[in-house]
T-cell receptor, first 112, second 111 residues
Framework: DTAVSQTPKYLVTQMGNDKSIKCEQNLGHDTMYWYKQDSKKFLKIMFSYNNKELIINETVPNRFSPKSPDKAHLNLHINSLELGDSAVYFC???????????FGPGTRLTVL | AQSVSQHNHHVILSEAASLELGCNYSYGGTVNLFWYVQYPGQHLQLLLKYFSGDPLVKGIKGFEAEFIKSKFSFNLRKPSVQWSDTAEYFCAVNGGFKTIFGAGTRLFVKA
């Protein structure tokens, strides 16, 4: 059984479009995260939700909007996509607090 | 503010060589420390972690790391690497609020 799943795995789109990435975890965790990994493999946190409440919101353009309909899901919507948004986006989850994070397989976004 | 520094960006070793990857962090309080590994084309997974207790922690696949509080370090070691250890290795630190990842070290092991 997949613990943290993301869809889609690959996303190729034109500049200016709006797209969404979905994430689901079946681990019963309270906290979920979105990370962006750039071409140099640098991993940067974007958002974190705990029990559907936003607790971390890093310096991310407001074109990026996370939504957590319930504890098991954290989706990422991106408006007006730009070339610089091309990256791999990882979803992760953990128990509340500084615990081990479990990562999804990643979504490779390519903006043309 | 928390920060994590991984000194080696690229490491190339031959099989059976010993490995040590450096990780230093800056944070004055109690920290939880992690090493994650990302195999080619895969997602990150936990290699080992330190929360408290014995500062020498053992993880999966023969890896270990030593927390040296006075040096703010948490270096990763393996006595004899294998070709299958080729991957990106990330050190991560949590000072209670959020986890900060280092820039990663790309390890390539020659068969």
């Amino acid at each position: 059984d997949t613990a943290v799943s993301q869809t889609p795995k690959y996303l190729v789109t034109q500049m200016g479009n709006d797209k969404s990435i979905k994430c689901e975890q079946n681990l019963g965790h309270d906290t979920m995260y979105w990370y962006k990994q750039d071409s140099k493999k640098f991993l940067k946190i974007m958002f974190s939700y705990n029990n559907k409440e936003l607790i971390i919101n890093e310096t991310v353009p407001n074109r990026f909007s996370p939504k957590s309909p319930d504890k098991a899901h954290l989706n990422l919507h991106i408006n007006s996509l730009e070339l610089g948004d091309s990256a791999v986006y990882f979803c992760a989850s953990s128990l509340e607090g500084p615990n081990t994070q479990y990562f999804g397989p990643g979504t490779r976004l390519t903006v043309l | 503010a928390q920060s994590v520094s991984q000194h080696n960006h690229h490491v190339i070793l031959s099989e059976a060589a010993s490995l040590e990857l450096g990780c230093n962090y800056s944070y004055g309080g109690t920290v939880n420390l992690f090493w994650y590994v990302q195999y080619p084309g895969q997602h990150l997974q936990l290699l080992l972690k330190y929360f408290s207790g014995d500062p020498l922690v053992k993880g999966i696949k023969g890896f270990e790391a030593e927390f040296i509080k006075s040096k703010f370090s948490f270096n990763l070691r393996k006595p004899s690497v294998q070709w299958s250890d080729t991957a990106e290795y990330f050190c991560a630190v949590n000072g209670g609020f959020k986890t900060i990842f280092g820039a990663g070290t790309r390890l390539f092991v020659k068969a």
